[in-house]
């Protein structure tokens, strides 16, 4: 009774002989009743939790891509929004340079808190989530 605890997560790995999800502290498979021995039981466990990093690195390195592509969506929509504003594609009616960087400069200036947040503050973010995240595997 010494290994039951509602506290600890179990360790699991993959049993060698069905290949399915165990708990190895039960030293006998339940899916195909097989004896594990100590040796056994560590191996699995170390190579699940292996398994699992990489895993969860590969899934932290595309939510990062993804973020990142999703930012420069997101700026590239704001650049096509301003461009429609200041009307830059009718030669006619477009607007001197310094009227265009006093539009930015007021857009930047009277939203600075959502600027700020987005550039700034977001990455700064996930970069800490992840180093938490791994630091949490690593344990």
Not at 41 to 68: F, M, P, Q, V
Request: charged share 25%; glycine share 4%; with cysteine.
């Amino acid at each position: 009774m010494g290994n039951l605890s509602i506290l600890k997560r179990p360790e699991l790995g993959r049993c060698p002989r069905c290949r399915r999800l165990i708990d190895v502290s039960a030293r006998e498979c339940p899916h195909c009743s097989s004896f594990l021995t100590t040796n056994e039981c560590r191996d699995a466990a170390r190579l699940e939790k292996e398994t699992n990093r990489r895993k969860s690195r590969i899934n932290n390195r595309n939510a990062l891509l993804y973020g990142l592509v999703s930012l420069l969506a997101a700026i590239l929509v704001a650049v096509l929004g301003l461009g429609v504003h200041l009307k830059l594609w009718n030669a006619n009616q477009r607007e001197n340079v310094a009227d265009i960087a006093a539009h930015l400069w007021t857009f930047i200036h009277t939203n600075l808190v959502p600027v700020v947040a987005t550039f700034v503050l977001l990455p700064i973010l996930v970069v800490l989530l992840m180093r938490w995240q791994r630091r949490s595997d690593d344990e």
